[in-house]
């Protein structure tokens, strides 16, 4: 397991960006795929990003490919979601997630996009 704890969430108006953070804790980080996550008020956890363990690969959700990027530094332990022309339905909270979840979650950051 790994204790995560994202940072970087706010109010942005739509066609705004923002960069989220996601520390980790923990010295098996550079062995994890390391993901993003996103919960909107009444609807399913959703997948958004993930990228591997070196960084070389990354997969995005529909409907943030083009706009967001996943990113990862392993001498910091961090992993990073670059969130450019953010739509209102954007608007969610973010977990980051180890290994989809099976070794940790974040508490979760709070997205808002303005329209």
């Known amino acids: 397991q790994v204790q995560l704890v994202e940072s970087g969430g706010g109010l942005v108006q739509a066609g705004g960006s923002l960069r989220l953070s996601c520390a980790a804790s923990?010295?098996?980080?550079?062995?994890?795929?390391m993901g993003w996550f996103r919960q909107a008020p009444g609807k399913e956890r959703e997948f958004v990003a993930d990228i591997t363990w070196s960084g070389g690969s990354a997969y995005y959700a529909d409907s943030v490919k083009g706009r967001f990027t996943i990113s990862r530094d392993n001498a910091k332990n961090t992993v990073y979601l670059q969130m450019n022309s953010l739509k209102f339905e954007d608007t969610a909270v973010y977990y980051c997630a180890a290994e989809g979840g099976s070794r940790g979650w974040g508490q979760g950051t709070q997205v808002t996009v303005s329209s």
């Open positions: 923990g010295r098996a980080f550079n062995r994890y795929v």
